[in-house]
């Protein structure tokens, strides 16, 4: 049937872009879905940097390097079992831009045009670049190629999802052929868009986040810094329009969070004693996490290993759907 099926466990496939600081909107938008998903042993997962995307907006070879050794450190950090999952940097695996190319062939303009990320730059007048105006169709390789079943990501992500979908589509089409399976998202509604300190959709471009593992003094910074109404401590507050609740949420189990909200609801809790308790709660999160992942940022060569070893499982799954579509596409 389709191009290959080296396993039956299923094929989780997900990426972050190597642009910047990773935040808590990463972290429960997709990458703790990646890490439970692939510590299951459920899962074929395919996790990677995509430091090819990121060269659409980054031009700093510095940043760009530094990034990637980032979030593959902040992967191990929270846990990612990286004897399970393949953790690989993107551009490791050349054959991704190679599908990328091939792709372009079945992928009009106009429906390229329809991208939320393309429309939004079109309309703040930002120059686009080839690459940017691109990016879908190199997000469909980086699905196709390892014929994911299950991509978790942020709702964000969905648009592209759905353009991966239809490239595989479009593709089998064109060359008659049962190539590529169709990938889809897996977008928990709960954190499907995790707000920043602002409220509105935590962003890197935007400047509201709460970095993973920034020091002690940014992350607080920031939690003291989330957006609240006026009122005072003695009032009953709304947590469902409540910023500090709606942030402090994620940390919870179900139990708490019906504490958290009942404190918020009968009044005599202000949002300092709320921020406070917020921060409390990331710096437990970060116990552990934030020492292990400075120590691997201190040992790049640590992570290299893990990365080269991913990279190498990876561009040999790879090399494998790119011998069967130059064959069908009649190359070499
Ligand atoms: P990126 O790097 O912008 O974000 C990485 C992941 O984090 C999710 N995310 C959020 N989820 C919920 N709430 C938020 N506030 C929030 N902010 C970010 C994103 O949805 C994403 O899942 N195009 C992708 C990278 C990519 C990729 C792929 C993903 C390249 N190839 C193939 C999956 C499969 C991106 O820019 O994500």
Excluded at 48 to 63: M, N, P, S
Aim: proline letters at 3%; aromatic letters at 10%.
């Amino acid at each position: 049937m389709f191009g290959f099926s080296s396993t039956s466990k299923r094929i989780l496939v997900s990426g972050i872009q190597a642009t910047g600081k990773l935040h808590f909107g990463n972290y429960f938008g997709a990458m703790k879905q990646n890490i439970d998903l692939a510590n299951s042993g459920e899962f074929t997962p395919y996790i990677f940097i995509a430091d090819y995307h990121a060269l659409t907006t980054v031009k700093d070879r510095e940043a760009l390097r530094q990034s990637a050794l980032e979030i593959a450190a902040a992967y191990i950090a929270c846990g990612l079992d990286t004897s399970r999952a393949i953790l690989f940097r993107q551009s490791f695996v050349p054959q991704h831009t190679e599908l990328a190319w091939v792709l372009n062939n079945v992928v009009t303009m106009p429906y390229l045009m329809r991208a939320h990320a393309y429309k939004d730059h079109e309309a703040k007048d930002k120059e686009v670049n080839v690459g940017l105006f691109d990016y879908p169709v190199l997000m469909a390789a980086d699905i196709l190629m390892y014929q994911a079943d299950v991509v978790p990501v942020g709702q964000d992500q969905k648009q592209h999802i759905e353009y991966a979908r239809d490239i595989a589509g479009f593709y089998n089409r064109a060359w008659n052929v049962e190539q590529f399976k169709l990938p889809k998202d897996l977008i928990l509604e709960t954190v499907a868009i995790v707000p920043g300190i602002d409220g509105q959709k935590m962003s890197k471009s935007k400047g509201n986040v709460i970095s993973l593992f920034g020091t002690d003094e940014e992350v607080r910074k920031a939690v003291m810094s989330v957006v609240t109404d006026s009122k005072a401590p003695s009032e009953k507050k709304d947590p469902d329009t409540n910023n500090v609740y709606a942030i402090h949420k994620l940390f919870l189990t179900n139990a708490e969070d019906a504490e958290l909200r009942r404190r918020f609801e009968q009044g005599g809790y202000g949002y300092k004693e709320a921020k406070e308790a917020l921060l409390a709660a990331i710096m437990k999160w970060r116990e552990g996490k934030k020492a292990l992942f400075d120590d691997l940022m201190q040992h790049p060569e640590k992570i290299e290993r893990i990365l080269e070893e991913g990279g190498r499982k990876a561009r040999k799954q790879a090399e494998e759907t790119m011998k069967a579509v130059r064959t069908q596409v009649g190359l070499q």
